[in-house]
């Protein structure tokens, strides 16, 4: 299983994100910014665990979250199969 991660907005201080960035997570962190990956990291291992999280008014596979410095940065995650894509 796999998530992918997508830059919604980006207003990045350090430059590292621009908006439409994505990524993919197996198992190792993704070249993204260490404040930002501490915050989405509980997401990214429940979905990579099968988990459902809190979207909205309901439980599902994706995420988003904003960047702990002044939410410059909003990110979202969510499953990535490779034969469908995405879920």
């Known amino acids: 299983m796999k998530v992918k991660l997508t830059i919604l907005e980006s207003n990045c201080r350090g430059n590292?994100?621009?908006k439409g960035d994505e990524y993919l997570v197996e198992d190792l962190c993704p070249t993204i910014c260490h404040e930002l990956w501490q915050c989405i990291y509980p997401s990214v291992y429940a979905l990579?665990?099968?988990?459902?999280?809190?979207?909205?008014?309901?439980?599902?596979?994706i995420f988003q979250m904003r960047c702990p410095d002044?939410?410059?940065?909003?990110?979202?995650?969510?499953?990535?199969?490779?034969?469908n894509k995405l879920f």
């Open 48 to 61: 990579l665990n099968d988990g459902n999280l809190d979207y909205g008014d309901k439980k599902a596979k």
């Open 70 to 83: 002044n939410g410059r940065v909003l990110i979202q995650g969510e499953i990535f199969n490779e034969i």
């Open 16 to 18: 590292y994100h621009k």
